[in-house]
């Protein structure tokens, strides 16, 4: 399991620890919240998927095309969790491609690919979907509520690629969420719309103070009975 996760257990496992607010809650009233052992489950059954469906591992890379979204920090720390590389955004030359779009997944017909649904208890993408895609609501609850990876990747193997065209390894990825939240306080509760990107500095961070992320399309959407009821103590928007 990875070290943020384990941490999160050890102190708290019924803690809310990924709150997601739907960019149009004030109109479908959409919102998730998932506990350290919620969030853990989901990340092992999706690593299970990755490793055991496209033998996913160190050395691979799953292009995560979701947008700012409860489910897409789940992948990456899925992804993570086999030792492979992230990659935001729709590529051909991933190994694997995860997306909510289903022109994304037509154009990029020669990896392998897995659909997500965004809509909320779903339990299939809900559109046609071109042959040889998974769909990842139809099978997800199928798999392993733990995980353990065949392979751990070595220190200097990359976990995130940057929008400049470096890479954060495995080995830096838990600095550099730790640098990026110390200003926050132990136990933050951060408010956030960055983009699935800027993870290290929102999700990422926040979890590295034992805290907790409430997530949104857009933090000036929310209405501001919701922002106050959940208690917040830091914002970083895009």
Same mark, same amino acid.
């Given at each position: 399991?990875?070290?943020?996760?384990?941490?999160?257990?050890?102190?708290? !496992? %019924?803690?809310?620890?990924?709150?997601?607010?739907?960019?149009?809650?004030?109109?479908?009233?959409?919102?998730?919240?998932?506990?350290?052992?919620?969030?853990?489950?989901?990340?092992?059954?999706?690593?299970?998927?990755?490793?055991?469906?496209? =033998?996913?591992?160190?050395?691979?890379?799953?292009?995560? /095309?979701?947008?700012?979204?409860?489910?897409?920090?789940?992948?990456?720390?899925?992804?993570?969790?086999?030792?492979?590389? *992230?990659?935001?955004?729709?590529?051909?030359?991933?190994?694997? $491609? *995860?997306?909510?779009?289903?022109?994304? $997944?037509?154009?990029?017909?020669?990896? =392998?690919?897995?659909?997500?649904?965004?809509?909320?208890?779903?339990?299939?993408? &809900?559109?046609?979907?071109?042959?040889?895609?998974?769909?990842?609501?139809?099978?997800?609850?199928?798999? &392993?509520?733990?995980?353990?990876?065949?392979? %751990?990747?070595?220190?200097?193997?990359?976990?995130?690629?940057?929008?400049?065209?470096?890479?954060?390894?495995?080995?830096? $990825?838990?600095?550099?969420?730790?640098?990026? &939240?110390?200003?926050?306080?132990?136990?933050?509760?951060?408010?956030?719309?960055?983009?699935?990107?800027?993870?290290?500095?929102? !999700?990422?961070?926040?979890? #590295?103070? %034992? &805290?907790?992320?409430?997530?949104? !399309? /857009?933090?000036?959407? $929310?209405? =501001?009975?919701?922002? #106050?009821?959940?208690?917040?103590?830091?914002?970083?928007? #895009?």
């Amino acid at each position: 399991m990875l070290p943020v996760l384990r941490r999160l257990l050890d102190d708290d !496992p %019924t803690a809310p620890r990924l709150t997601w607010y739907a960019g149009d809650y004030a109109s479908s009233g959409e919102r998730v919240e998932l506990s350290a052992r919620v969030l853990a489950t989901w990340v092992s059954k999706t690593a299970n998927l990755l490793e055991e469906e496209f =033998e996913v591992g160190p050395g691979s890379v799953v292009a995560i /095309d979701l947008p700012t979204h409860w489910r897409t920090p789940v992948f990456q720390l899925a992804a993570w969790s086999t030792g492979a590389v *992230v990659r935001p955004g729709a590529d051909r030359s991933a190994d694997v $491609l *995860v997306s909510s779009s289903v022109e994304a $997944l037509e154009r990029n017909g020669s990896v =392998e690919r897995i659909a997500v649904s965004l809509a909320p208890l779903a339990v299939g993408f &809900g559109a046609p979907l071109p042959a040889g895609v998974l769909d990842y609501a139809r099978v997800v609850t199928g798999y &392993g509520d733990t995980y353990s990876p065949l392979q %751990t990747p070595g220190p200097e193997d990359p976990a995130l690629e940057l929008p400049d065209g470096s890479a954060l390894s495995h080995a830096a $990825l838990p600095g550099a969420a730790a640098q990026a &939240g110390e200003g926050w306080p132990v136990g933050v509760r951060l408010l956030t719309d960055v983009a699935p990107a800027d993870v290290v500095r929102g !999700p990422l961070a926040a979890w #590295a103070r %034992t &805290g907790s992320v409430v997530v949104t !399309p /857009d933090v000036a959407l $929310l209405p =501001e009975r919701v922002v #106050a009821a959940e208690r917040t103590t830091a914002v970083l928007t #895009a």
